[in-house]
């Protein structure tokens, strides 16, 4: 298992831009693939994005893709989330979690404890 943190969350208007990261202390970091889910308060939990361990195969929702880019550093032990041209809706807590590297929420064990992302007008 690891133990994940997200960072880089706050307060931007919107047009503006954000990178969040996702950083673990544990060698076995490497091992997994990362995802990044948000939750907005009286929506559905919607996938963001995801990286395989080895950072050769991100993807980005569809409806995020042309916005949004993740990435990772292993050598740092951490995973980034690349925001940009913000919008109000984005407004949401982000979750990292780390495993196989799926899109399904339900199927990631090990969950970061969230950040907000506040996009103003």
């Known amino acids: 298992q690891v133990q994940l943190k997200e960072s880089g969350g706050g307060l931007v208007q919107a047009g503006g831009s954000l990178r969040l990261s996702c950083s673990a202390s544990e060698r076995t970091f490497s091992n997994y693939a990362i995802a990044w889910f948000r939750h907005a308060p009286g929506k559905e939990q919607e996938f963001v994005a995801v990286?395989?361990?080895?950072?050769?195969?991100?993807f980005v929702a569809t409806s995020l893709k042309d916005r949004f880019t993740i990435s990772r550093d292993n050598g740092k032990k951490t995973v980034y989330l690349q925001m940009n041209s913000l919008r109000i809706e984005d407004s949401a807590p982000y979750f990292c979690?780390?495993?196989?590297?799926?899109?399904?929420?339900?199927?990631?064990?090990?969950w970061g404890q969230g950040i907000q992302v506040t996009v103003s007008s």
């Open positions: 990286i395989s361990a080895s950072g050769f195969s991100p």
């Open positions: 979690a780390a495993g196989l590297g799926t899109t399904k929420a339900s199927e990631y064990e090990n």
